[in-house]
Structures are given as structure tokens and as C-alpha cells.
């Protein structure tokens, strides 16, 4: 008889094995579909924005942890994607997109930037963390799990949210994957739901080539979709596979489903009527003043709205679903 209680919530612990493996069968596969997880540690550095920027990786020493999840057996290396969380932390939210993600055999690694660092969230303070420094944290656990048998180290996307979905876009970018990202492998595909796109780095029309897909509320008031609008028109015009997917009536955070009725956040630090530069030696800059930026930059506001959109939850994971379909098998799979 199996007496691991861990199990007893479900099956009463008289049960003989034989009835107790029946039943395991004869349960709906969902409940099953994660067949392994794993905490794994992510060694890496906190950078500050000119630190990123210049190239300068001497920043405070980090370690991180996230989840990752096997859903299915066998030893055959399957696609994954990388979550970043946004201003909050992970939540329920991103555990909804594992679900789905793990529904159809891709591999999850739910990445907290925060707890290792002593942060629980950034949504009144940005100032903790930088969201490039996410952009180093995304990279380390690409090389990390680009070694692990189970995962097919060409087909590991990065998929991020608000603060974590700038790690998620720009690690598209060239310079950013030569400065930091591993040698034994670089992102399949760059996925941003509500993306902050209001700093125009140098060359960030030079992508490594791989699908951008963003994803943003129309009527999002804590990052505003205009720069999303102009980035991705010059993704294109310099020949980038980039699509932005605009969600009339949807908020920032449409995905979050716990937060049926409108949540404001009277605190939330917001820099949606900032557009921003990159200057010379890693310097940000307010595109309209030409000032050095920083959070206490005039632009800054407070005040933001969260609320779950259905239709654009239900739209933008049918999309992303379909991204993983048609992305080539490895060929040493």
C-alpha cells in the first residue's frame, strides 16, 4: 500500500494499490499533464541601466530560482518557454499560462527575479530593479536550460509580462545577445503581453531574426501602446517578423483573471507619457527635453488600472498556442 499522505486529500489510504492504480488511469489527463517539476537555481547579476548598457557585467552577484515544468515523460528534448514576471511578482496569472502552455507539451520555467534579490514587488517603486537587469536574468536561465536533457535547446522562447516583457522583446536584440546572452544557444521566439516600448535603444532595429509578438490593451493606461505601434513598424521596416496584436477595451494585465472587476493602484509608478532615449555612455534620456531621465523625471506618474479581458486573454493564448505549433522540430530531436 502507498502511505505517502501527500496523496491522502484524494484517495482515502485503505484503498489496495490495484483500485488506487485504476483510478490514477482513469483521471482526466489535465490533472496529470505536469508529470515532473523542478527547482532550479539561476546564478546571476544585478545591473544598473548604464551598466547594461555599456557592457559593464560587474554588477551585485545574484541567485534566483524558478520552476520548471516537464509535462510530459519520455526522453525526448521538447520545446519551452522562459516566463518574466512583471511589477508584481509572479502570480496565478503566469501559473495560468503554464497550464496552458504544459496542455499542448511545451516545457515551462516560471523565472523569479524578485525573491532572490529581497524584492517582493516594484509596482510603487521601479527603482529596485532595472528591467534590463531582467534581460541578464532571461539570458542566464536560456544558457541554463539549453543543457537540460529533457529540452530542445532550439526551441526555448522567452515570453514576458509589463516590466518582465522588456526582457522578453529586446533580448531580440543583437547587441543585447552578444553583450549577454549564451554561446550555446539564443531565443526561438520573443513573446510581450502589455510591453513597455518607450525607450528607443541604438539599434534596436537589428534583431536576431526570430518571430516578435506583442500583445496590448488599446486602452492600457499604465504602459501605453503608441511607442509599441512606432517599434514595431520599424521592426518591420527593417525586415523584423514582428506582429503587435491590439486588443480594443482592454486594460494593462488583461490576462489577470482574479481581477474581474476594474483595480486601481493609486501608487503604481507609471511612465506612460515618457518617450525615452538611449544617449551616449548608457545615458536614458527624455526625448522631448533631451534631460538625463530617471524616475524622477517630470513624465513620471502615479496612478494605473488593472482589469481581466477575456476576449483578449482567450485571443492573444490562442495565438501564442499557435506560434509553438508551426515552430520547426530540431532536427536532432
Not at 486529500?9 to 492504480?21: E, I, K
Not at 516566463?83 to 507539451?105: M, P, T, Y
Not at 545577445?177 to 531565443?187: H, I, L, S, V
Not at 500583445?215 to 527593417?238: M, T
Request: contains cysteine; hydrophobic residues 40%.
Amino acid at each position: 500500500m502507498n502511505t505517502d499522505r501527500s496523496i491522502s486529500p484524494l484517495f482515502p489510504m485503505s484503498l489496495p494499490a490495484a483500485v488506487l492504480g485504476a483510478l490514477l488511469v482513469s483521471m482526466p489527463c489535465p490533472a496529470y499533464a505536469q508529470m515532473r517539476i523542478e527547482i532550479r537555481p539561476v546564478e546571476t547579476v544585478t545591473l544598473s541601466t548604464q551598466q547594461f548598457l555599456t557592457g559593464d557585467k560587474n554588477g551585485k552577484p545574484a541567485i534566483l530560482a524558478g520552476e520548471l515544468r516537464i509535462p510530459k515523460p519520455g526522453s525526448d528534448k521538447l520545446p519551452a518557454v522562459i516566463l518574466v514576471h512583471g511589477s508584481g511578482g509572479a502570480s496565478a496569472l503566469h501559473d495560468r499560462w503554464v497550464q496552458e502552455l504544459n496542455g499542448i507539451g511545451i516545457a515551462t520555467f516560471l523565472l523569479d527575479s524578485f525573491s532572490g534579490r529581497g524584492i517582493v514587488n516594484t509596482i510603487n517603486d521601479q527603482s529596485q530593479l532595472d528591467s534590463l537587469a531582467m534581460m541578464v536574468d532571461a539570458y542566464r536561465a536560456l544558457g541554463s536550460l539549453a543543457q537540460h536533457p529533457r529540452i530542445d535547446p532550439n526551441r526555448i522562447a522567452v515570453m514576458g509580462f509589463s516590466k518582465g516583457a522588456v526582457a522578453a522583446v529586446y533580448s531580440s536584440n543583437e547587441r543585447f545577445r552578444k553583450m549577454y546572452g549564451p554561446p550555446n544557444a539564443e531565443f526561438a521566439a520573443h513573446i510581450g503581453l502589455y510591453t513597455p516600448c518607450n525607450v528607443t535603444y541604438r539599434d534596436d532595429g537589428k534583431v536576431t531574426g526570430k518571430p516578435i509578438r506583442l500583445f496590448h490593451g488599446i486602452d492600457d493606461d499604465w504602459v501605453s501602446i503608441e511607442p509599441c505601434r512606432a517599434y514595431v513598424a520599424r521592426l518591420k521596416n527593417s525586415g523584423a517578423d514582428a506582429v503587435l496584436t491590439e486588443f480594443p477595451g482592454a486594460y494593462h494585465a488583461f490576462d489577470a483573471f482574479y481581477f474581474k472587476d476594474a483595480m486601481k493602484f493609486p501608487q503604481a509608478q507609471t511612465t506612460r507619457h515618457c518617450l525615452l532615449v538611449e544617449g551616449n555612455s548608457g545615458e536614458i534620456l527624455n526625448s522631448k527635453s533631451g534631460a538625463h531621465y530617471d524616475l524622477n523625471d517630470p513624465c513620471v506618474e502615479r496612478g494605473t488600472t488593472v482589469v481581466y479581458n477575456e476576449d483578449a486573454t482567450a485571443a492573444s493564448t490562442k495565438t501564442v498556442k499557435e506560434l509553438f505549433a508551426a515552430m520547426p522540430s530540431s532536427v536532432n530531436n
